[in-house]
């Protein structure tokens, strides 16, 4: 998985609880971006990042918050869990910098998480 | 609002035959058009990608044909064996880097 690693990979939670899942690469990569995948809707981005303290809104943004303090570690925190946020969530690296795979995004093995 | 569409949601061939999956998209912006592959319990992982000025690229048993003016591609899995089932996802590269996904195919290839 590209030098991705994503934390913890199962959690279950209560609904209104807060909760973090971590994103680790080692690959240097500048973009970072968080997916989540549910059955019929493919990947949908979340947030993503292009640079340390640099973020910005994907397409289903609501209710969660990123932060990226080193290019290495990117967070995606659900402020106040929520069963429609029962997901497979993954991680995923692009670097435009790299001339042969500038457009190519190397995904982690995702983080299933349970709301009840 | 589902800005690539991918049909059909699941699909069984047997084997030495040909998978088809389709897609569709709607923003004419898009620059790139990749092809994931997924195995159960992993990430996706590139299969194949082409641009929008080529209209077919083959690698392998793997092909991508691209219709610009129709804005549709498709995935062609020739000759397929039992390690290609796997889920699909065609996807559209925009600004940014950012990637929209399709709804995913179930591909069943059996023995």
Redesign the interface.
């Known amino acids: 998985?590209a030098g991705?690693t994503q934390s913890p990979r199962h959690k279950v939670t209560e609904t209104g609880t807060p909760v973090t899942l971590r994103c680790h690469q080692t690959e240097n990569h500048r973009?970072m971006?968080w997916y989540r995948q549910d059955p019929?809707?493919?990947?949908?981005?979340i947030h993503?990042s292009?640079g340390v303290k640099d973020t910005?809104k994907?397409?289903v943004s609501d209710g969660y918050s990123v932060s990226r303090s080193k290019t290495e570690d990117f967070l995606l925190t659900l402020e106040s869990a929520t069963s429609s946020q029962t997901s497979v969530y993954?991680c995923?690296i692009?670097d435009?910098g790299v001339l042969q795979a500038?457009?190519?995004?190397?995904?982690?093995?995702?983080t299933r998480l349970s709301v009840l | 609002q589902q800005q690539v569409k991918q049909s059909p949601q699941s699909l069984i061939v047997q084997k030495g035959g040909i998978s088809i999956i389709n897609c569709a998209y709607e923003n004419t912006a898009f620059d790139y058009f990749p092809w994931y592959q997924q195995f159960p319990g992993k990430g996706p992982a590139l299969l194949i990608a082409i641009r929008p000025d080529v209209s077919e690229k083959k690698e392998g048993r793997f092909t991508i044909s691209f219709n610009k003016s129709a804005k549709q591609f498709s995935l062609h899995i020739m000759d397929s064996q039992p390690g290609d089932s796997a889920t699909y996802f065609c996807a559209a590269k925009a600004a940014g880097n950012k990637l929209t996904f399709g709804g995913g195919t179930r591909v069943l290839v059996k023995p």
Do not use: C, M, T, V
């Open positions: 998985d991705i973009y971006y019929g809707h493919g990947l949908r981005l993503y292009y910005d994907g397409e993954f995923a692009s435009p500038k457009n190519i995004q190397y995904f982690g093995a995702g």
